[in-house]
Every structure is written in structure tokens, then in C-alpha cells.
């Protein structure tokens, strides 16, 4: 998941009542990404402050630079640079799984 993509994930709770994220380290478009293009007025919740407050361990970088998180299965980018170094981990993690 790239970018905005990590909202998904936001009220998903696992069969415990504990949100999915509680614990996992995750990245998504951070606040000041968000800022920086005007964009967070817009929107109806700030995805780095939700992921937080529902217990992720969420990490990033310098706007704009390409940032992936990978925790278990979940694979997750900052921002549309993250894009191309995400697929490559999601490509080398799949030919794991065939060897």
C-alpha cells in the first residue's frame, strides 16, 4: 500500500476488539506531505494521526522521498516515490515464496 492507501486499514479490528495496526510498524502519506499540497483541509482524517492513535508504529521520512515499511506480510510506502521500492520488495518477497 502506497501513499493514502494504508486508510484501509484504519477501523479494521482483529476477532480480540484490537485494532489490526496496534503494534505494526506502517507508513503512509504523512502529515506534512499532506500540507505541503494542500490537501489536508480536505480530507476527512489525517491518516498518519489515525494510524497512530490506533497503536501503529508509524515511521517516516523527508517529504517526498521513498519510504517502505515492511512488517510480516504488510508492506506499506510513504509516499508515490515509495511506488517502484515497494514492488521490488513485494517482487523479492514473492520469489521467496517460490523457492
Known amino acids: 500500500m502506497v501513499c493514502h492507501a494504508?486508510?484501509?486499514l484504519r477501523d479494521v479490528k482483529k476477532s480480540d476488539?484490537?485494532?489490526?495496526?496496534?503494534?505494526?510498524?506502517v507508513t503512509?502519506?504523512?502529515?506534512?506531505?499532506?500540507t505541503e499540497v494542500e490537501?489536508?483541509?480536505?480530507?476527512?482524517f489525517s491518516l498518519e494521526?489515525?494510524?497512530k492513535g490506533r497503536g501503529a508504529h508509524y515511521s517516516s521520512i523527508a517529504n517526498w522521498q521513498p519510504h517502505v515499511v515492511v512488517d510480516g506480510?504488510?508492506?506499506s510506502g510513504q509516499s508515490p516515490a515509495s511506488?517502484?521500492?515497494?514492488a521490488e520488495a513485494l517482487s523479492v518477497r514473492l520469489k521467496g515464496?517460490?523457492?
Open 6 to 8: 494504508p486508510a484501509i
Open 49 to 51: 494521526n489515525e494510524l
Open 83 to 86: 511506488a517502484v521500492p515497494l
Open 73 to 75: 506480510a504488510l508492506m
Open 28 to 34: 503512509g502519506f504523512k502529515n506534512d506531505e499532506d
Open 39 to 44: 490537501l489536508l483541509h480536505h480530507l476527512l
Open 17 to 25: 476488539g484490537e485494532y489490526l495496526v496496534k503494534g505494526l510498524k
Open 97 to 99: 515464496l517460490n523457492s
